[in-house]
């Protein structure tokens, strides 16, 4: 299984220099990804702005958005910005979708229940958009990123089934993500598509004498699932022993890759990171 980083694009006190450095670190580092978190109503660093950043001071992590909410974007102007991010990293970047859940990132006069099947439609596109080579660079690597879908109803998984390469878990102890694993798995068999989806997932972390600031940070963030906050914020990773666990766990749940999100952003988290993964 392979580890990846989040970078901090939408954690309270990482001004741009500090993201900067910190996909700079990463990638000096034994992490396999940066990703990000997307908001519209937060104080956050829009995702494919804060990756195009990382792009530059970056040569081999992955960059990885987890997960864009991607009905919020205009259809062509999102396989513009994704298939040039592509280009601009040389290759390195994968493209996390999901609806999203929270109704304000939309706006008041948003009907929600249109959501999923514009988001089909909106995969549909895009990937017709690519196939058009008129849209795509001609310096690029591969006709298109590779596609993650997440979600965890039906029709998410028979969506990222017929439509992508894999399956992005939103976060949680290794058996939530093991149950939608298997989940993932019979979509794609229902789907009729050969061998197996592409298995990734999320978690969040804050080292040392970071938990409080970073249990603060996540009932925030949350604060729109009302007391489900409190289970996302009290499973924060804040020991050693917890990170290893949480890896083996999801390791032995056939988790490919692993994207651990910070909670503080303070750049010796990189640090205690690194010194916390089994080695």
């Keep these: ?55 530059t001071v970056t040569s081999r992590v992955e960059l990885v958005t987890c997960i864009l909410i991607a009905p919020l974007r205009e259809r062509s102007t999102l396989a513009k910005q994704a298939i040039s991010l592509d280009v601009l990293s040389g290759g390195r970047f994968t493209l996390g979708m999901a609806i999203g859940a929270r109704g304000d990132d939309y706006g008041v006069n948003e009907f929600r229940g249109h959501r999923g099947d514009r988001f089909t439609d909106q ?19 591969r006709p298109r990123p590779r596609l993650l879908v997440g979600g965890g109803t039906g029709p998410a998984f028979a969506r990222m089934a017929r439509l992508s390469d894999g399956y992005f878990h939103g976060g949680g102890p290794a058996r939530a993500f093991a149950r939608a694993a298997s989940q993932a798995r019979a979509a794609w068999a229902d789907a009729g598509r050969p061998g197996e989806p592409e298995l990734w ?44 666990e949480l890896v083996g766990g999801y390791a032995d749940a056939g988790c490919g890759h692993l994207i651990l999100l910070p909670a503080v952003a303070e750049p010796t988290q990189l640090d205690r990171l690194a010194d916390a993964l089994p080695h």
């Design 1 to 55: 299984m392979e580890i990846g980083v989040g970078l901090p694009n939408a954690v309270p006190g990482a001004d741009p220099a500090m993201v900067v450095e910190w996909a700079r670190r990463a990638d000096d580092g034994p992490f396999a990804s940066l990703g990000t978190v997307d908001r519209v109503l937060y104080d956050n660093i829009e995702p494919m702005v804060a990756l195009a950043g990382a792009a």
């Design 123 to 141: 995969i549909t596109e895009l990937r017709a958009l690519w196939d058009d080579r008129r849209l795509t660079p001609s310096v690029a690597r």
């Design 201 to 244: 997932g999320q978690a969040y972390y804050g080292l040392g004498d970071a938990g409080d600031t970073g249990r603060r940070y996540l009932l925030d963030y949350y604060a729109f699932t009302g007391p489900f906050a409190r289970r996302i914020a009290d499973g924060l990773l804040t020991t050693p022993l917890e990170v290893r």
